[in-house]
């Protein structure tokens, strides 16, 4: 059974940092394109950041690049089968469900192309 499992999340002062993990069950986390999305409050869901299969270098959507591009990255641990979001910086409008996802042939940080997603975190960043 395929499974993605956040967890990480939780309330932070701004200019804090978090570390969001998604581990996988189910299948090989190397072999798949990876996202991290976020849905704040009255929004619809966004993509944040992607990575492809394998060694692949991430990718920022378009839509938030230029507000977490320097602030956030991606990475994987295979042995783990495990990836993170590193978050550092963080701003009161960071403030999300972060979500991640897998697909195999996803190929823009576009939520429309991912087949797996988990039940989603919650980051608030706050005073």
């Known amino acids: 059974q395929v499974q993605l499992v956040e967890s990480g999340g939780g309330l932070v002062q701004p200019g804090g940092s978090l570390r969001l993990s998604c581990a996988a069950s189910g299948f090989t986390l190397d072999y798949y394109a990876i996202g991290w999305f976020r849905q704040a409050p009255g929004k619809e869901r966004e993509g944040v950041i992607c990575?492809?299969?394998?060694?692949?270098?991430?990718?920022?959507?378009?839509s938030v690049k230029d507000s977490v591009k320097g602030r956030f990255t991606i990475s994987r641990d295979n042995a783990k089968n495990t990836v993170y979001l590193q978050m550092n910086s963080l701003k009161p409008e960071d403030t999300a469900v972060y979500y991640c996802?897998?697909?195999?042939?996803?190929?823009?940080?576009?939520?429309?192309?991912?087949?797996?997603w988990g039940q989603g975190t919650q980051v608030t960043v706050s005073s």
């Open positions: 996802a897998a697909d195999r042939g996803a190929y823009q940080c576009s939520g429309d192309l991912y087949d797996f």
């Open positions: 990575i492809g299969p394998g060694d692949s270098r991430p990718y920022f959507a378009d």
